[in-house]
Every structure is written in C-alpha cells, then in structure tokens.
C-alpha cells in the first residue's frame, strides 16, 4: 500500500517533467525551423523561386530532425535553463557542428536526381548560425528573467531597509565571485560600491559595472567619500603580512573588515562564497597557497588500499578528506573515539559515497586488533597521525606518552612491514628537535624506529615534522576565545613565546605530497614561514573579538609550563637541509640510532612502561636515545649499558 501510495505521489512529478520537456523541445522545434526558413529566404533575398519551395519543404523535415537529435545527444535538454552559462555552451556548440557534419555528408553523397534533397551550404551555415542561436537566446534570458524574479522575491523582505555600502579589498579571481554573488543574490543586503586592489593596472577598470576605485592605502578617503558601512576581503590566497596591513589600515580609520571564506574551502564545496563572516585570528596566520604536485599524489594513493590512525583527530580527519580526493580503493578510518570516528565517517560518506569508507574503533597499542585490521585489509599505504600531543599534559603522563607515542607507533610501523604496505607515513612535530619534554622526546624516539624500520622492511618509511596547527584540538586560539568569552584574562605563559603556525589542510597536503615524494628513511621537515608570537596573538584575538588589549581585555603572563620551550625549531643547527623538488618541503640529514640499541632501548621502554613508579627510568632512557637533548639528566645510569646485569 505504501509503495503505491509512494507511486501515486510520484506521478504528477514524472508528468510535469515530461510535459516540460516536450514544451521546450516543441519550441526549439518552432524556433529551428523559424531560422531554416529565414535562412532561405535571406539565400534568395526573400523572394524564393519556385522551383526551390518544395526542395526547402524535403530539407525542413530532414534538418531539423538531425537538429534535435543533435541537442538531445549532448545533453541540452539535461541543463537546466535558469542555471545556463559559460560552460553550458560547449554542449550548443557540439550540437550546431555535429548537425552540420551530416547535412554535408548528404550533400555529398545524393545523386544529381535528388538534387532538391540537397540543402545549399549558404544555407547551411545560416540555418545553424541563426537556429542555434535563436535556441541559447532563449535559455539565456530564461535565466535572466530567472534572477530577476529571485532577486526581487528575496528583496521583498529588504525593500523598506536601506542596504549596506560595501567596498570589495581584491578584483582577482574570488573578488569577482564575491561581486557577482552579491549582485545576484537579493538577499544579501548589501551594495558593492566599488573595488580596491594595489595592482596598478586594474586602476580604475570596471569588472561587472563594479569600478576599481583605489588602492589600501586610499581606503580612509574612499570608506569616508562613499559612506562605506564596512569592508570585505575578497582576497582568496591573501599572505600574512596583506592581512596584517589591511587590517592595520582599517583599524586606523576605524572600520570593519569582513572576509569572504577561503577559496580552497570554497572549491571542496565546504561553504558557498556568500558564507561572507568576520574576519578571525586565523586568517591571519594562514591563508598561504599550496601548490601541489597531483600527478605524484595520484600515483601514491589513487588506486589503493589507504589506512589512516587517528581518524577522528584534528589533523587525521583532514588527511582523510585530503586523501579521497586522489580516489583510494579503499579507507580504513582507525580511531579509539568512537563520536569522533562517527563523524568524520558520516561526513565523507556524504562526500564520496562511492568510495569504500571502512571505520575501525580500535587503540593503535592493541596490538591483537591492530594485526587483525592489517592482516584483513592489507593497507598498501599507512599514515599515522595517532599520538598524545598535548606537551604539559604528557609530562604529567609519561608512561602513557611511552605507550601510545612510542610503543605503539613501533607495532603499526612493524606491521606494514609485515604485511606489505608500500609506505608508512609518521606524522612528527618541530617538538622533536632538540626536545626537553617527554611528548617532544617520544616523537624523536618514534623517527629513529621508523628509520631503524626501514632498514629491515621493504616499506617505505618517513616521517614529516611540523609545527602547530591552526584550529586543532587544544591549540591556543580556541582557548584564548573562550577566556575573552569569560571577560578575560587571556593568559599568556610568556611575552617571548612564539610558535610556528600552519592550517590544517596546508599541512595535511604537505604530508601527502612528501609522502608521495619518499624513497625510504627521509625525515621531511616543512617549511613553516616566520615563527610567531603567542602574545601578538592574543592581542589580535582580542582586537578581532571589537576589545581593546589591557582595557576590556587583561593579558596575564603565567610562565613557562613543564617541557615547553620559547621557542621551537624545525631543524638542529648543522643538520643541512637538503631541497626538494617542492619548494616547502626539505629533508634533514637526521643521524640515525644504532639498530641494536633501538631495538635494546624499546625492550627496555616496554618493561618501564608495564611496572610502577617507573617514570624516572624513562625519563633518563628517553635522555639518552634523544641526542640533541639539551641537558641530559646527570648521574644517569643507562639500561643500554646495564642490559647484561638486568638492571
């Protein structure tokens, strides 16, 4: 009953699309015909001899029977008229020169007796000129009497407020999408009142009946002569220092500045260009183009079997979006958190629906799990973003730092050598270099097996350093928003303090990219830009939040936490970072351990990491592996050299 019922709600649909179809067929029938007979009549100067109207009445039934057929092969009446556009016309185009082909072709090949069957090539080419573009005409003010209609219907509501006057920062490629939404869209209730750009040759051009009025520098006289409400940064790929400067001008005057989302979010379809939102810290630390080499990511994942640990995780989930670009075979989501597994899962079932997505709730230090997942799957490709990250926190926990950064990173990275993988990924951190806490320590640890791996496995190994990233779990920008939310103080352990900053998705192509570049045994060390300062941080956090620092806003200085340092280094002085072939990625001469004593010190790590009260050991053990350990801890008595008496 359900089901008819279902067919029965369906029917009046299935009828109007079909009755639609056959209304717009029926009129480009009128409307192709209309242009063969002009077409004639224009041969012949509108006086058409005799002997020549009942050749054209023969040719009229012929014609545009090839005509229609032509524009329903390419897929015309597929498009949808109010959507018609640039790219909709290659389909007209296809279908004019293919229903040329055979009228030619019949001209051609009909005897002399069919003389009157032949259509006169003037003809031809008139008939096909005028006919198909009689046709797109139609569609073409279809559509604009489409947006008329939508923008005065969602203008109604706006009609009685006045609309904000905006000025557009940026006429490249994302300005123009904005200025086009924008008048499109009568919903909006903006106005765009002019474009400001600093390149010299777009002076006072005009890009849809919208003027390039001036430059940044010439925003304090423009915002006060045009009465501009606020600004929109229309830049897409806007370096840091451009934002630094377009805000510091409007700061000045003062006014607000808004910003369009970027132009990487908006090609993956994340969020449309109307989503227009004030501007945000981050912006200001990362909006830095990636220039990817897709041709060796292809080679890399596309095609294979891809597991990545730590699914659900900041950096983990967008390596999972990143990764289904490239068309894996399959993607095996491995996560201990069962919501955050739930989510990333129901969120690329949504993206790529015919990729096999498989989620695995499963603790990389499982190791029976663990070894049943790869010995099912078989992973062709390994990434591994799985780790405790959080450096004070780890101090307070190093056993569980041990297990989990350590020990379990050895069992994933042994068993894609086990069973096959071509390439294992460990994602690192700038922590690693010369590091004085036990997360930094762990990770340093955690390079050396990976090398000390890829001497006994045919898998690739290598792992890739970075440093913070904006907008992951724990990172510093949602906290200092939370704290302003609360009426401060943002507390900042140190007015020195700076870091190095990159964006999820930059650093997640990075990844990618140098794992697709990797011959075995690399440590990829990526180029972070300038390191910043935690406190010019904050500050912006709170300028952006419509405070003032240390009027509305306290800033705190708390001190330095266990194991963080000043600052942080991507490489040890002398290390001679080698290029490669992407201008973002290097490779660190990075000395190796001695493989006995790697494998001699994980044993140890394993029997620490099972007693009680056992931290000290690990923390001298953890000393000793750790070269570049600033200040090793003294009368130290190492297990490596201990290992015959069992101490």
């Known amino acids: 009953m359900n089901t008819l019922t279902k067919l029965g709600s369906r029917t009046p649909r299935v009828f109007f699309w079909i009755r639609a179809k056959c209304l717009f067929l029926l009129c480009d029938a009128v409307v192709l015909a209309t242009a063969f007979v002009l077409s004639y009549l224009l041969r012949f100067d ?32 597929a498009i949808i008229w109010r959507y018609i556009g640039i790219i909709e016309l ?10 040329v082909v055979p009228l030619v072709l019949l001209r051609g090949l009909l005897p002399d007796e069919q003389i009157k069957w032949r259509v006169p090539y003037s003809v031809m080419v008139m008939t096909t000129l005028l006919g198909f573009g009689f046709v797109l005409s139609i569609r073409v003010l279809r559509r604009a009497s489409y947006e008329r209609r939508f923008k005065r219907n969602n203008g109604k509501r706006l009609a009685s407020s006045h609309k904000k006057p905006v000025l557009l920062i940026g006429a490249g490629r994302a300005g123009v999408m904005t200025a086009k939404e924008i008048i499109n869209r009568g919903n909006m209730n903006l106005i765009v009142r002019g474009f400001v750009d600093d390149d010299p040759e777009k002076q006072g051009s005009t890009i849809h009946r919208i003027k390039v009025v001036g430059t940044v520098a010439d925003l304090p006289r423009l915002v006060k002569d ?28 003062p006014i607000k500045a808004r910003i369009i989302p970027g132009l990487y979010e908006i090609l993956q379809e994340r969020v449309q260009i109307s989503r227009i939102r004030d501007v945000q810290v981050e912006d200001l630390l990362g909006r830095e183009p990636v220039d990817l080499n897709e041709d060796d990511m292809g080679r890399f994942l596309e095609g294979r079997s891809v597991i990545v640990t730590g699914a659900g995780g900041s950096i983990g989930s967008e390596l999972c979006r990143q990764v289904v670009r490239f068309r894996p075979a399959s ?20 993206i790529v629906p015919d990729i096999h997505l498989i989620p695995l709730v499963a603790d990389i230090g499982d190791e029976t799990r663990m070894t049943n997942i790869f010995n099912k799957y078989r992973p062709q490709v ?6 405790h990250k959080h450096v004070p926190m780890m101090e307070m926990n190093c056993v569980e730092a041990v297990k989990n950064n350590i020990l379990g990173t050895r069992m994933v990275a042994d068993l894609a050598g086990r069973f096959g993988a071509e390439a294992f990924v460990l994602i690192s951190t ?16 955690a390079e050396l097996v990976i090398q000390n791996l890829n001497q006994k496995h045919r898998t690739r190994y290598v792992a890739v350093r970075f440093g913070n990233v904006i907008g992951s779990s724990g990172s510093v920008i949602p906290i200092f928003r939370e704290q302003i939310r609360r009426g401060g103080p943002i507390t900042v352990t140190h007015p020195d303090m700076t870091r190095y900053f990159m964006t999820i998705p930059e650093a997640s192509q990075l990844v990618l990219q140098a794992g697709a570049m990797a011959r075995g045994g690399e440590i990829f060390v990526l180029d972070m830009g300038e390191p910043v300062r935690i406190l010019d941080i904050a500050r912006q956090t709170i300028i952006l939040s419509g405070l003032k620092p240390d009027e509305d806003i306290k800033i705190a200085f708390t001190g330095i936490r266990p194991g963080e340092k000043l600052f942080e280094e991507l490489e040890v002085t002398g290390e001679n970072m080698m290029k490669t072939r992407h201008p973002k990625i290097f490779i660190g001469n990075i000395d190796s351990f001695a493989a006995d004593k790697v494998e001699e010190a994980m044993e140890w790590l394993e029997i620490y990491s099972r007693g009680e009260d056992r931290e000290d050991d690990i923390r001298r053990l953890l000393a000793q592996l750790v070269a570049e350990y600033p200040n090793p801890i003294p009368e130290m008595v190492s297990p490596l050299m201990t290992v015959s008496t069992g101490a």
Do not use: W
């Open 46 to 77: 509108f006086i058409i001899p005799a002997n020549k109207m009942a050749g054209m009445r023969v040719q009229l039934v012929y014609v545009l029977a090839i005509q229609i057929a032509a524009l329903i092969l390419t897929g015309v009446y």
């Open 90 to 99: 290659k389909a007209f185009a296809i279908a004019a020169v293919g229903s």
């Open 226 to 253: 045009l009465k501009i409400d606020h600004v929109i940064i229309s830049i897409a790929q806007a370096t840091r220092e451009q934002f630094q400067q377009i805000l510091s001008t409007c700061e000045k005057i």
């Open 331 to 350: 993607l095996l989501l491995v996560e201990r958190a069962e919501f955050a597994l739930f989510n990333i899962h129901h969120e690329l079932q949504a």
């Open 382 to 387: 390994v990434i591994h973003a799985a780790a």
């Open 430 to 445: 700038d922590k690693a270099v010369r590091p004085n806490s036990v997360m930094g320590s762990c990770k340093r640890v």
